[in-house]
């Protein structure tokens, strides 16, 4: 990186920090987008994995298991596959999801794809690890609203369940391995390829020229000040109001501290085009319309539409391969003891 670049870059972070709007040339000459690659890098192959909680083959599968199985939840309506499909790369197109007993869940779905990255989940951050978050769903009044005590205790009634945890952690399900084995699974969803991370590792056709004028812009204009590479996000807290987004409190809920109302951590963009409707709230509908709100709640500018398309086109770079094992729900353990098949809920009337 030259002087100039490194100043740039620099000057970035400083004024984000200080929460000063500011913009640079929009566009760089084509000699130029070279030097980008010392901006910019590809996501791991792999993500870090904890020292008491390695990947196994089996754990993957006991976690696989319990991603899809509705089984988690207080009624057998929901899972997390429920709000994390991967028809819909590991979020869903709704503004927010509807939980257990029809209630809405408070924040839009973030996408599962590459959260191993992530150094705290959930909006607010109130879950450090994807354990954590894993068990945080589970309780949650909204998405499942079960103890994974209870859970293990059913599930372990299930002999596919049973011997699969034992296999996997050396004792039946409980709440610690029902975490650990879901996050396991999360671990695996992770899409290193592409256009962007191919472009960065020398194939020079992997993006169009647009697109390398969106990445030219999005850096120049200092987007990458907060979605920094190479999982185009920070993981810092912001603050975000937007209309309709007041129903979630942000970062307070967590910390109690006035100061944090209203702030969300940053999003990763990767996959950013393909997980739409956006913001914390749900709605932004479209793309476009998200890098223009962006550029005026964040930098104070208007940004021109030949850059909202450029830097639409570069946000589309980011959009890499789903893993092929999240394309296929896998078949679950049957059997049970008595109570284990649902609820003893009143049917409906209607035929």
């Not at 993957?60 to 429920?82: H, I, N, P, Q």
């Not at 589970?138 to 609203?145: E, T, W």
């Amino acid at each position: 990186m030259n002087l100039r670049q490194s100043l740039r870059v620099n000057s970035i972070a400083l004024l984000v920090a200080c929460g000063v709007a500011f913009s640079f040339p929009a566009a760089a000459e084509d000699s130029d987008y070279a030097s980008y690659r010392e901006l910019l890098n590809p996501i791991p192959a792999l993500p870090l994995i904890p020292a008491d909680n390695s990947i196994t083959e089996k754990r993957v599968k006991l976690g696989e298991m319990l991603y899809w199985d509705r089984r988690t939840s207080k009624t057998g309506a929901t899972s997390c596959g429920f709000c994390h499909h991967p028809a819909y790369y590991g979020a869903e197109p709704m503004d927010r999801s509807v939980g257990v007993f029809g209630e809405i869940h408070a924040a839009n779905a973030h996408t599962v794809l590459n959260a191993a990255f992530h150094t705290s989940q959930f909006f607010n951050g109130s879950a450090a690890t994807l354990e954590d978050q894993a068990l945080a769903a589970i309780r949650s009044h909204v998405a499942s609203r079960s103890w994974p005590e209870e859970v293990g205790e059913r599930l372990n009634r299930v002999p596919g369940y049973r011997d699969l945890s034992q296999e996997a952690y050396g004792r039946p399900l409980d709440e610690e391995t029902i975490g650990k084995a879901i996050a396991t699974f999360m671990r695996t969803l992770i899409t290193p390829d592409y256009p962007l991370a191919r472009w960065l590792n020398g194939d020079e056709s992997a993006m169009t020229e647009q697109q390398k004028r969106g990445m030219a812009a999005f850096v120049d204009r200092g987007c990458i000040g907060c979605h920094t590479s190479p999982y185009f996000s920070n993981f810092s807290f912001q603050k975000f109001e937007i209309d309709g987004g007041m129903h979630h409190v942000g970062r307070y809920k967590v910390t109690g501290d006035e100061n944090d109302k209203f702030t969300y951590k940053v999003p990763s963009l990767l996959n950013v085009a393909m997980t739409p409707p956006y913001t914390h709230a749900g709605v932004i509908r479209d793309l476009p319309t998200m890098v223009r709100v962006m550029g005026s709640k964040m930098l104070g500018t208007e940004l021109p539409d030949d850059e909202v398309a450029d830097i639409t086109a570069f946000l589309h770079a980011l959009t890499g391969q789903i893993p092929e094992d999240f394309m296929t729900i896998p078949v679950l353990p049957i059997g049970g003891g008595e109570g284990d098949f649902g609820p003893d809920l009143t049917p409906s009337t209607k035929e």
